[in-house]
Structure formats: structure tokens, C-alpha cells
T-cell receptor, first 114, second 117 residues
Framework: AQSVTQPDIHITVSEGASLELRCNYS??????LFWYVQSPGQGLQLLLK??????LVQGIKGFEAEFKRSQSSFNLRKPSVHWSDAAEYFC????????????FGQGTTLQVKP | DTGVSQDPRHKITKRGQNVTFRCDPI?????LYWYRQTLGQGPEFLTY????????KSRLLSDRFSAERPKGSFSTLEIQRTEQGDSAMYLC???????????????FGQGTRLTVV
């Protein structure tokens, strides 16, 4: 069965430090991969997506992610975290059958220390 | 493009009551999805529509839940005889489909927070 695992439930980093959020997926075909961010009480905003091509994708707010097929991973990175990045981050895999429905990970809550 | 709109943003209801939520997708988005998100979890797929046709329903969608998209535009999600376990955030998302839009992302609304007391 398809699944997404985000191993880190909660991460705390200092402002200005680098960030990496882990995501592993289980999927039989080439996946569509997404990272969304959610602020408290709000909906989901897309940070970036991967469909094909270059395995390093750039997103909004200075985020990037790298697709590694051999590791079934799609980790999210940012070189320097800002206090406004504190939020919950969700990795998701989309069905390639074009239903477009998404399977989400459990989420990682990011706390930023001043 | 005003984004996906959901109404109400918050709903508190007594156990056993019926509730209905509305979602207005981005215009010209033919695909509409409903997800449920409980505290500390990622969203879980409930159902989706292609225009007015409901094409898939998750096992999470019990008989007490019904969703409609009567004219292929807005959608409603109704929960009958609410239970405390129905307390969650209900998220709506929409996207365009077609050859030119393959793999395009879904845009999410801000959700409706349901609390059953």
C-alpha cells in the first residue's frame, strides 16, 4: 500500500540555522511528490513539487527538495531558517493514475528558536 | 482567482445534530477533493469529484457522510447524526485536469473546523 513517512514529529532549530525535513514514501510507480506548509488554523500552501526531470527542485520561500529514487526519499531543505518558517510541514505523494488524490505524511512541526 | 473558499470556518455542534459545509473551488477547476484532518495528523482523503460526478469515496466516508457537487461548481459535505469522533478540520481542494494540466497541484481552502460536543 502507498504510504508516506515523516520520521520527525517535531524539530526545533535556531533562527539562521539550516533545516532538513525528512520524507520517505512507499509507491509502486514514479510518484508525484509535494511539500505543503500549514500555519495554525489555516489550510495548506504548496512549497514545491516534483513530477519528473531534475531531481533537485526549488520552491517558494527559499525551500528546496531533492528526489532520491534509490532511497525513496524527498527531503526538504532550507539553508537559513527564519522565525516565520515555524509551522507544520507535510510531505505528500500523488497517485500517478491522475485521480490527483494525495497521501500525506503525519507532518513535522517546526519550531524556530530566536 | 480568489482561491478555494470554505464556509463556515468554524462549527460547534451538539452530538446527534446534522451539519453541512460548503466549498467553492477555484473557477474552472473541474476536480474537487475533500479531506479530513484530525489533530496532529496529516490530511486524509475522503472523496473527489470530476465536475458533478463523484468518482471515488474513501472507506473513511461512512453512511452518515454525503457529498454533492450538483452543478459541477461548489460542493457540500453533510454529516448526519454527528459523533464526537467527527471533530476534525475538513479541507477542500481543487485543481484542473487534462493533458496540459497533468500533475498540477491541488489548491487547498482554509478548512472548516468542526467541534462536536
Amino acid at each position: 500500500a502507498q504510504s508516506v513517512t515523516q520520521p520527525d514529529i517535531h524539530i526545533t532549530v535556531s533562527e539562521g540555522a539550516s533545516l532538513e525535513l525528512r520524507c520517505n514514501y512507499s509507491y509502486g510507480a514514479t510518484p508525484y511528490l509535494f511539500w505543503y506548509v500549514q500555519s495554525p488554523g489555516q489550510g495548506l500552501q504548496l512549497l514545491l513539487k516534483y513530477f519528473s526531470g531534475d531531481t533537485l527542485v526549488q520552491g517558494i520561500k527559499g525551500f528546496e527538495a531533492e528526489f532520491k529514487r534509490s532511497q525513496s526519499s524527498f527531503n526538504l531543505r532550507k539553508p537559513s531558517v527564519h522565525w516565520s518558517d515555524a509551522a507544520e510541514y507535510f510531505c505528500a505523494v500523488g497517485y500517478s493514475g491522475n485521480t490527483g488524490k494525495l497521501i500525506f505524511g503525519q507532518g513535522t512541526t517546526l519550531q524556530v528558536k530566536p | 482567482d480568489t482561491g478555494v473558499s470554505q464556509d463556515p470556518r468554524h462549527k460547534i455542534t451538539k452530538r446527534g445534530q446534522n451539519v453541512t459545509f460548503r466549498c467553492d473551488p477555484i473557477s474552472e477547476h473541474n476536480r474537487l477533493y475533500w479531506y479530513r484532518q484530525t489533530l496532529g495528523q496529516g490530511p486524509e482523503f475522503l472523496t473527489y469529484f470530476q465536475n458533478e460526478a463523484q468518482l471515488e469515496k474513501s472507506r473513511l466516508l461512512s453512511d452518515r457522510f454525503s457529498a454533492e457537487r450538483p452543478k459541477g461548481s461548489f460542493s457540500t459535505l453533510e454529516i448526519q447524526r454527528t459523533e464526537q469522533g467527527d471533530s476534525a478540520m475538513y479541507l477542500c481542494a481543487s485543481r484542473k485536469t487534462g493533458i496540459r494540466h497533468r500533475g498540477t497541484e491541488a489548491f487547498f481552502g482554509q478548512g472548516t473546523r468542526l467541534t462536536v460536543v
